[in-house]
């Protein structure tokens, strides 16, 4: 089976997450990053997604085109754990997340790529890893964007 983790990047100009009704992350202007981690990810997998999601020029310049990443205008990321992105729908109606990567290695995972994120210079705000989570978001564009690991091993 490939493996691949998932981001899901939405362009915000602003974003928070509450945790039992508690804000314990919030950006402003920057992207939301929804992170999956799937059985058999690497290092390497979250050090593709970590540059990638720090370049990608998806926010606009003074001409209205896409041309600048979320460093380039200054922005944040909130970046929040969400297995369910690793959810098999083939069979039946009922999601299957045997692909996610195992709790304890996707937590290793998640706070690895949020400290390489941070230790590029990037704010970072989180939510918790493993907790029911609300996230609230405006998105601006909008602009989402899916992200796979494995379009890094075959650049």
């Known amino acids: 089976m490939m493996t691949a983790m998932i981001a899901v990047l939405q362009r915000v100009s602003e974003a928070q997450v509450r945790v039992r009704g508690e804000v314990l992350g919030s ?35 003074d001409a209205g085109r896409m041309n600048r990443s979320v460093r380039d205008i200054g922005g944040s990321l909130l970046v929040v754990s969400q297995f369910t992105l690793a959810a098999s729908v083939s069979k039946g109606t009922r999601p299957s997340f045997d692909g996610a990567e195992a709790p304890d290695r996707a937590r290793a995972l998640y706070e690895a790529f949020v400290a390489l994120v941070r230790s590029s210079g990037l704010p970072v705000a989180t939510g918790v890893f493993g907790a029911m989570m609300e996230v609230s978001l405006v998105n601006d564009g909008p602009v989402t964007i899916i992200l796979d690991s494995r379009e890094g091993r075959s650049a």
Do not use: S
Request: net charge neutral.
């Open 27 to 61: 950006i402003q202007a920057g992207l939301l990053v929804l992170l999956c981690a799937v059985r058999g990810d690497t290092d390497q997998d979250l050090a593709y997604l970590a540059r990638k999601i720090a370049r990608l020029r998806i926010f606009e310049d």
